[in-house]
């Protein structure tokens, strides 16, 4: 396993992260996506803790909490060298404030979390998503609460937009408060959005990036062609996140053709090409059965070639959007002022 640099915090986690969502859910959507048991999880958890995986990445919302609770026990007595994630945001019960990012709901959340967890401390917390209803300022106060009361040591966001990603690291610069360190957000061969705005704000603000859903929802496993698709698959079941199945399709093949020349698998290709991007910290893997992440893991150990890495761009890139098409213009700067910004 390799290991790289959280951000500025002087933390190192794994290139891979286990996601802790397939773990509990015996019906409904996540039954779809998961419905592992107590013995599965462990058995998931400690193959990856014994692979040197030392990142795992959960949610309150996750099996309505059976995903904490699991993973709780699944690393007690192994607490002390792991980096523990988990997020907050979404509803948790039926009663008005159990929701959102108030001060009231997230000092709920987290007392809640930790039991389940079975932990004293989350190393990183992050929002789920935004949220309109909250002054952003009560929410990162709240969360600056939680890192000096020592339950939380750092805090991150998720799914956020470029500019409500800014907006609050600009609160906490001028409020002298906690700042978000990462941000856990979709990006994949098939869902490349992120570089528009987001990347470049992350590499600007010296931020980190960690990687939601990095097969597309298991569109890019393999299991899916014009020809074929897999029932069992949880993209079968659960049509998430939304791609453009056509350019997929084109993807995959090419995507075979790769992975055949370095006889790896299409997983692999998919993994290798996203912990090539260079702002990305950590990718999050989701796995049903220890074959699936032994399978995952080794997209650590392959190196796509720049011939392979420029096949895959060109194939995947995005459209330019205004205003990325002006920046394309030929510059209007003479080379004896360029020169003195070199």
Known sequence: MKYRLLSDTGVFVSEICLGAMTFGGQSGIWQQIGGLDQKATDLIVHRAI???????DTANVYSGGESETLLGRAIAGRRTNLVIATKVRARMGTAPNQVGLS???????????LTRLGTDYIDLYQIHRFDALTNIEDTLR?????????????IGCSNLAAWQLMKALAVSREQKLERFRC???Y???LGRELERETIPLLKDQGLGLLVWSPLAGGFLSGKFTRDATDQKARRAKFDFPPIDKEKGFNLVEL???????????IPQVALAWVLSREAVTSVIIGARNVAQLDDNLKSVDLVLSSDDLSRLDEASRLAPE???WMELMPGDRRPDELRRYE
């Open 255 to 265: 995507m075979r053709a790769v992975a055949k020349g370095h006889d790896a698998t």
């Open 142 to 154: 709240s969360l600056d609460d939680l890192v000096h009361a020592g339950k939380v040591r750092y």
């Open 183 to 185: 941000t856990q957000s």
């Open 322 to 324: 205004y205003p990325a």
């Open 50 to 56: 014994d692979a040197g995986v030392n990142f795992i």
């Open 187 to 189: 990006y994949s061969l």
């Open 103 to 113: 001060r009231l709901h997230i000092t709920e959340a987290v007392e809640a979390s």
